[in-house]
């Protein structure tokens, strides 16, 4: 059972070691994918192994940062008390212009104004001193 | 096919607690209540079931719940696992407890699962319980609960096919129909396409009514051997045919297709050691979290091409008279949804549909049928095919 203050206190990341170059790549400002070297895949999350040939030449490069809609909800009704204040946001399902998809919400915008396919740019939440959240706004 | 289990387990039992708003009672006691009548319905004793399959409770303290159930059930299983696929796990329970009897892991297996997410948790705590199933790092901090991944894939289902609010809410209002005849259900009171419209947003496309229930309550049955469910003069078991499963991601953002899900390839499995395919299908319990998402499996199972989901409801092919009539007790979004327990709620009706007991729910000669289960954003899919002796 979760205590009800826990339950009104939005969830934040706690990198592991597979995922902390990307959370401080987000704190330097950059979104970070993984380049194989070996099998040209790119892949976003974060992770030790290449999940297209099971290497480990991964190199991270930061994103350009734009993408498009691939899909979306608006949120009216909060998953719990942590996310009521924020009703309506929308979700985003983000395709990267590198290819990997990402979710994300919508910022600097009304979450009606979203739409199927519209481009989208990265914006960077700075939410606490090692949290940085990769949101989007349109392009 | 040999060397599968097809027609090899029988289910000769099934039992269900009240179901619904079951105040005052945990998980392990619905369960137990469910388990009591599934082996009165078989006609044995408690001490002959040597195997427990469940899944995990939200509103249980107990970790391993299969094992704490058989304590408190009294019982001693010499095979026994609590499976955790989400909402497939009531699929992959009958899939895994065919497969240990058909392999002598087990002579008799019970399946059980039972959870109190209407009155065991608060409505926020429930909620949050199912937030706490996304990803911790990439998809939590953005607010996505679960009813958000399934609420993309129809909204691009909505963009590919033109499927429309109209054709989502269709679902809602036939399966309304089919759970105001049926005994015990949580919603009963008939409701219009408009009802379903209006009824508040949710998350786009959903609106309150296109999402299923939050319920108590809880299913157990019995499976054994073919051959000894006719040692002990059991009349009409209802065999398992045929299953499958597939998993194709865990994080939504990996979902290979957001309009085609991993259901084509457990059913196509399914169907295959069956030796049947959807057209044989008389009688179908498909997993409905939400309304668009039993249009998406309506098109992934077979019943109708892909694009065609909306279409085929709106002319009326999910009900009595149509090609499948699907979720004949009201479903998740009107008989009641305990959460991992909600898709054995399919199995009772279909296995009861094949035993030809449902009244005036009946479906007309219903020999074979299908459940498929799914969860977690369709990052889960089980399929099982159910078959009368006729059908071996």
């Not at chain 2, 997993?287 to 499996?297: A, E, L, R, S, W």
């Amino acid at each position: 059972m979760i205590p009800p203050e826990d339950a009104a206190r939005k969830p934040l990341p706690a990198p592991d070691a597979d995922t902390a170059m990307f959370w401080r790549g987000l704190r330097e400002g950059h979104l970070l994918l993984q380049h194989c070297t070996d099998c040209d895949h790119v892949q976003y999350y974060q992770q030790a192994v290449c999940r297209g040939c099971g290497g480990e030449a991964l190199t991270h490069r930061p994103a350009s940062g734009h993408g498009t809609v691939h899909s979306f909800s608006v949120v009216h009704r909060a998953p719990g008390p942590a996310f009521k204040a924020d009703v309506p946001y929308a979700v985003l399902l983000v395709e990267l212009e590198e290819g990997p998809r990402m979710i994300s919400t919508y910022t600097g915008g009304q979450p009606d104004d979203v739409t199927f396919g519209m481009k989208v740019t990265l914006a960077l939440e700075y939410v606490t001193d090692e949290v940085v959240l990769p949101r989007f706004r349109k392009a | 096919m040999s060397g599968t289990l097809r027609g090899k387990v029988a289910v000769i039992g099934i039992g269900m607690s009240p179901v619904g708003k079951v105040p005052g009672r945990s998980p392990l006691w619905l369960a137990a209540d469910a388990a009591r009548k599934a082996v009165a319905d078989a006609g044995i004793r408690k001490r002959e079931i040597d195997g427990v399959l469940s899944s995990h409770a939200f509103a249980s303290p107990f970790h391993r719940f299969s094992v704490a159930f058989s304590e408190y059930f009294g019982i001693q299983p010499t095979f026994s696992n609590t499976l955790q696929v989400s909402g497939a796990t009531a699929s992959t329970m009958f899939n895994i407890g065919a497969a240990a009897i058909h392999g002598g892991l087990a002579k008799v297996v019970l399946v059980v699962a039972a959870d109190s997410l209407m009155t065991g948790l608060t409505p926020d705590l429930a909620l949050r319980s199912l937030t706490e199933s996304r990803d911790q790092q990439y998809e939590m901090p953005f607010g996505i609960p679960v009813a958000n991944t399934f609420a993309m894939t129809a909204h691009r289902h909505m963009k590919e096919f033109g499927t429309t609010p109209e054709q989502l809410a269709e679902v809602a209002v036939v399966q309304r129909r089919h759970a105001s005849r049926t005994p015990g259900a949580q919603q009963t009171t008939p409701i219009t396409v408009d009802d379903v419209l209006n009824s508040g947003m949710v998350t786009t496309p959903y609106h309150k009514l296109d999402c299923s229930l939050i319920s108590d309550g809880g299913a157990a049955f019995i499976l054994t051997s073919a051959e000894n469910a006719r040692a002990i003069g059991i009349e009409a078991p209802v065999y398992i045919l045929g299953g499958g499963e597939c998993y194709t991601h865990e994080h939504i953002f990996l979902m290979p297709s957001l309009t085609t899900t991993g259901a084509v390839e457990s059913s196509r499995k399914a169907y295959a050691m069956a030796g049947y395919g959807p057209a044989d299908m008389n009688v179908a319990g498909v997993y409905d979290c939400f309304t668009g998402t039993v249009i998406m499996m309506l098109e992934d199972l077979g019943f109708c091409p892909k694009g065609e989901g909306g279409r085929f409801v709106d002319d009326g092919h999910m009900t009595y008279g149509g090609r499948i009539p699907s979720n004949t007790h009201g479903g998740l979004l009107s008989f009641a949804h305990s959460g991992m327990p909600g898709s054995l709620f399919h199995f009772h009706e279909v296995i009861a549909q094949l035993r030809g007991g449902c009244g005036e729910r009946q479906v007309t000669n219903a020999e074979l049928g299908l459940v498929h289960s799914l969860g977690a954003g369709f990052a889960t899919n089980a399929t099982t095919i159910l078959g009368t002796e006729n059908t071996l």
